[in-house]
């Protein structure tokens, strides 16, 4: 199935009209999805049933809980995510008012750095927006959440559309309108 979680405005409008859904339901669908942060199709009440249900025979949301979480003394938390057989971690840093949040771009990382440890275990792919997306929404200090860094496993740059597909639907108003900055 394929995943809602990452797709843009016009995306989730085209989706809402292959499911026989008005367009506008591509703004309720992200709404549901980057506003509200639903697990569920069941959630998004303002859907009709049928689309619901249509909703859920194609596609899947794409959020998946943390398999396993370790806390520090400083309050810092490491998140393990399973994403496709791999492990990739995310890791919340708190800081007074501030709460930031390290997301992982790859499963491992080819850059081959002699200092990283993860650079010593390997390149196991590129996460997709979606999996990105999913390491902001789904821990669960997820309303804490201050700033974001493009950091942890994997090099940033070197997976740029899915880096900045999530940026854009971090940023933009009809997702999450967090500011760029």
């Not at 396993?68 to 007074?96: C, M, W």
């Not at 790859?106 to 850059?111: P, V, Y």
């Not at 200090?141 to 854009?168: F, H, Q």
Request: charged residues 20%; glycine residues 8%.
């Amino acid at each position: 199935m394929e995943v809602l979680l990452g797709k843009t405005l016009a995306e989730l409008q085209a989706v809402a009209q292959e499911v026989g859904l008005p367009r506008f339901a591509g703004k309720q669908l992200a709404e549901w999805l980057y506003v509200r942060r639903a697990t569920s199709f069941d959630d998004m009440t303002n859907i009709s049933l049928k689309g619901r249900e249509a909703l859920k025979n194609r596609y899947t949301i794409g959020r998946h809980i943390p398999v396993a979480e370790a806390t520090s003394r400083d309050g810092t938390k490491k998140y393990l995510f399973s994403i496709e057989n791999q492990h990739i971690e995310s890791v919340y840093i708190p800081d007074n008012d501030r709460a930031t949040l390290c997301v992982s771009t790859q499963a491992g990382c080819k850059m081959g750095c002699k200092f990283c440890m993860t650079g010593t275990l390997g390149f196991h792919g590129h996460l997709t927006a979606a999996d990105i997306l999913n390491q902001i929404f789904s821990i669960p200090d997820a309303d804490k959440l201050t700033n974001i860094v493009y950091m942890g496993e994997g090099e940033p740059m070197d997976n740029l559309d899915n880096v900045l597909r999530s940026l854009e639907v971090m940023t933009s108003a009809w997702g999450c309108a967090w500011s760029p900055k």
